[in-house]
């Protein structure tokens, strides 16, 4: 099993650019979701997905977007890349929102914005 | 929202037990208890959760307070790959949607050999 598959791995960009970090699982997970982690820092939700075609924000939502519009895939857009946005991106998913499932979690993206 | 509050750092020698302690004296009726690791440059990993009863799997044990304002996770035998951050968490329903982690910093799991 893949699992959750997240690319790229690494990426760098310059102020001002957009770019899109790409999420996939294979395990038919209704509820999907988006969290960054800044250095010795726990990870914050970005926007998450209870499924297809119904996304909301979670606790740092600005500068981000998303749509599900596939069970697999939920993608997150970065609109106007700004340093402030350097951080390691993670990707979860879970059967489904319900409090008593445990999430399974992507390798990350590592940003950097300069 | 419910907090959690944990140890920053732990040591523990290899294949002896560990005992990571988790308070949270403002969990609802209906919060779970989630624990989760982080090993070095991986993404989070599920490792148990329960809500009121003790509970066990392959990976470890959940002792959960009668009065449920704490808990523990145990590692039966720390092994050098058991070196990781690992998070205490109640489910925080977010806008509705339950099922929302909510990290705090956790507790550093250092294992000598």
């Known amino acids: 099993n893949a699992g959750v598959t997240q690319t790229p791995k690494f990426q760098v960009l310059k102020t001002g650019q957009s770019m899109t970090l790409q999420c996939a699982q294979d395990m038919n997970h209704e509820y999907m979701s988006w969290y960054r982690q800044d250095p010795g820092m726990g990870l914050r939700l970005i926007h998450y997905s209870v499924g297809a075609g119904i996304t909301d924000q979670g606790e740092v939502p600005n500068g981000y977007n998303v749509s599900r519009s596939t069970t697999e895939d939920f993608p997150l857009r970065l609109l106007s890349a700004a340093p402030s946005q350097t951080s390691v991106y993670f990707c979860?998913?879970?059967?489904?929102?319900?409090?008593?499932?445990?999430?399974?979690f992507g390798d990350g993206t590592r940003l950097s914005i300069l | 929202d419910a907090k959690t509050t944990q140890p920053n750092s732990m040591e523990s020698n290899e294949e002896e037990p560990v005992h990571l302690p988790c308070n949270h004296s403002t969990i609802s009726g209906t919060d779970y208890i989630h624990w989760y690791r982080q090993l070095p440059s991986q993404g989070p990993e599920y490792v148990i959760h329960g809500l009121t009863s003790n509970v066990n799997n392959r990976m470890a044990s959940l002792a959960i307070a009668e009065d449920r304002k704490s808990s523990t996770l145990i590692l039966h035998r720390a092994t050098l790959r058991d070196a990781a951050v690992y998070y205490c968490i109640l489910i925080w329903n977010y806008g509705g949607s339950q099922g929302n982690l909510i990290f705090g910093k956790g507790t550093k799991l250092s294992v000598k050999p």
């Open positions: 979860a998913s879970s059967y489904s929102s319900s409090s008593n499932q445990p999430q399974h």
